[in-house]
């Protein structure tokens, strides 16, 4: 299998990089990361860009830094990197728990995370974290940069609001406290998952603080569980009514069913996966404690 015949280009720089893919934009140009998705897709000829802009040179775009109220990917950053970062297990343990979930150490020594979450995969594990730490992602474009809350960057399967001419430069995940947990379900490890499931909480005199739950897998985008949220805030955590918590969570759910499961499979495993989250969450924001 090969791809159709296409342009290459190699930019140094963001700005050379979003230059390009302003002056080929009548090529339908498409922008090169760790190349685990695109790459089989154009051999499949699934995607046929007329030209590729290659990002592996521009090496602003890579590296990992923690600042106060957030922990900053460069979006070229290698998925092998930010799982062995002792920063990243410090500072954002969801991601650092979600990390090593994603396909096979291999495809995340190639794997960026900016490329993942620019694929925008209903099924990947990176956006249902950006969504359950409020990510911002920063976009370049010939206007400048600006950020996007995750909540408004993923639109549908493999659909972001990104511009055709903008290039997504860094992912800003916001630190938060608290417990967290990040579970499952797979046919095998290293498979995309049937259903995942992100939770955050954080507990103060007893209560529960804030809590923060997003599924993947289970609608054509990560989606952030907001009722089961509200029902959890405020909680005595000795009386969190888990199974509650859970049933809010997947209420109004409608997924696809497809070949690996179907919808109600789909709404049965969230449900489960949610208390289990909620579960090992809420038992690590006590031990914090």
């Known amino acids: 299998m090969k791809p159709p015949p296409f342009r290459y280009s190699a930019p140094i720089t963001v700005a050379e990089a979003v230059g390009l893919l302003v002056e ?13 998705s695109l790459v ?17 040179r521009v090496g602003e775009l890579a590296g990992i830094r923690v600042e106060d109220d957030a922990v900053v990917l460069g979006a070229m950053t290698r998925q092998a ?35 993942n979450i620019a694929h925008a995969d209903p099924a990947a594990e990176l956006p249902v974290v950006a969504l359950a730490l409020d990510a911002q992602m920063v976009a370049a474009g010939p206007g400048g940069t600006h950020r996007i809350p995750a909540a408004e960057f993923f639109l549908g399967p493999f659909t972001t609001s990104l511009q055709p001419d903008e290039i997504l430069t860094e992912v800003r995940l916001r630190r938060r406290g608290g417990g ?32 923060s739950i997003t599924l993947g897998g289970v609608g054509p985008t990560a989606v952030r ?49 949610v208390r289990r989250a909620l579960e090992l969450s809420l038992s690590r924001a006590q031990d914090e404690r």
């Open 24 to 36: 080929h934009a009548d090529d339908e140009p498409r922008l090169l990361a760790g190349g685990q």
């Open 40 to 56: 089989p897709l154009m051999n499949l000829r699934l995607a046929q860009p007329g030209h590729l802009v290659d990002l592996r």
């Open 81 to 115: 990197a930010v799982e062995d970062s002792p920063e990243v297990a410090v500072a954002a343990p969801l991601l650092a728990e979600a990390i090593g979930l994603v396909a096979h150490r291999p495809i995340r020594n190639s794997g960026t995370v900016g490329g």
């Open 180 to 211: 967290h947990a990040f579970v499952e379900f797979a046919r095998g490890y290293g498979n995309f998952a049937i259903v995942a499931v992100a939770a955050v909480v954080e507990v103060a005199d007893g209560r529960v603080a804030s809590a």
């Open 225 to 273: 569980a907001t009722a089961a949220e509200e029902l959890l805030t405020g909680a005595a955590v000795a009386a969190v009514d888990i199974a509650a918590v859970a049933e809010a969570a997947v209420a109004g759910l409608t997924p696809a069913g497809d070949v690996h499961a179907s919808a109600v499979i789909r709404t049965d495993l969230a449900r489960v996966h």
